[in-house]
Antibody, heavy 121, light 107 residues
Framework: QVQLQESGPGLVKPSQTLSLTCTVS??????????WSWIRQPAGKGLEWIGR???????NYNPSLKSRVTISVDTSKNQFSLKLSSVTAADTAVYYC?????????????WGQGTLVTVSS | DIQMTQSPSSLSASVGDRVTITCQAS??????LNWYQQKPGKAPKLLIY???NLETGVPSRFSGSGSGTDFTFTISSLQPEDIATYYC?????????FGQGTRLEIK
């Protein structure tokens, strides 16, 4: 059973960089036709896709965040990471990592439990 | 970006009721649409993929239909454990986008 777990600071100061890591267990991050994604959800609001990475290192980002986002992968640790620079209070949200399965279909089938990141001084 | 519009935003229904949620895309997305259920404090859970395919292990009272721009999600007989917020999501074009959610409550 694949499991994902987010980790990282729960509090980030404005203008600093938010850094989160997602550790994948129960399967290799390198195997199969999967993208590894980050999605966020402000309190009481909907879901916003941030971006994704393939194990080759190929990335796609949401244009609304592209200038501030970097997603990377460390296959040796079975982890992928998110960096979001120049954060403001608007970046306060629960951040989820998720596996995106892409065979004939395309969907997020495994999610982490989510981690709340608050941007505040 | 493709805009996904769900209706209603919230819905109150009784146990045993048939519940229907609609999702409209701002352009043709074929059948590239998924539905998720999110319970409070939990991550979303995939229920329906490719508009009408039931994910393994999901009860058969959940179903989906539609193609193009108009999609429907149905719970045939509402159960107490179905209380959640439901989201549609398109994957026809990047960025992936979600509907704003439909909050389902028990009457």
């Amino acid at each position: 059973q694949v499991q994902l777990q987010e980790s990282g600071p729960g509090l980030v100061k404005p203008s600093q960089t938010l850094s989160l890591t997602c550790t994948v267990s129960g399967g290799s991050i390198s195997s199969g036709s999967y993208y590894w994604s980050w999605i966020r959800q402000p309190a009481g609001k909907g879901l916003e896709w941030i971006g994704r990475i393939y194990t080759s290192g190929s990335t796609n980002y949401n244009p609304s965040l592209k200038s501030r986002v970097t997603i990377s992968v460390d296959t040796s640790k079975n982890q992928f990471s998110l960096k979001l620079s120049s954060v403001t209070a608007a970046d306060t949200a629960v951040y989820y990592c998720a596996r995106e399965t892409m065979v004939y279909e395309d969907y997020f089938d495994y999610w982490g439990q989510g981690t709340l990141v608050t941007v505040s001084s | 970006d493709i805009q996904m519009t769900q209706s209603p935003s919230s819905l109150s229904a009784s146990v045993g009721d048939r519940v229907t949620i609609t999702c409209q895309a701002s352009q043709d997305i074929s059948n590239y649409l998924n539905w998720y259920q999110q319970k409070p404090g939990k991550a979303p859970k995939l229920l329906i993929y490719d508009a009408s395919n039931l994910e393994t292990g999901v009860p058969s009272r959940f179903s989906g239909s539609g193609s193009g721009t108009d999609f429907t999600f149905t719970i045939s007989s509402l159960q107490p454990e179905d209380i959640a917020t439901y989201y549609c999501q398109q994957y026809d074009n990047l960025p992936v986008t979600f509907g704003q959610g439909t909050r389902l409550e028990i009457k």
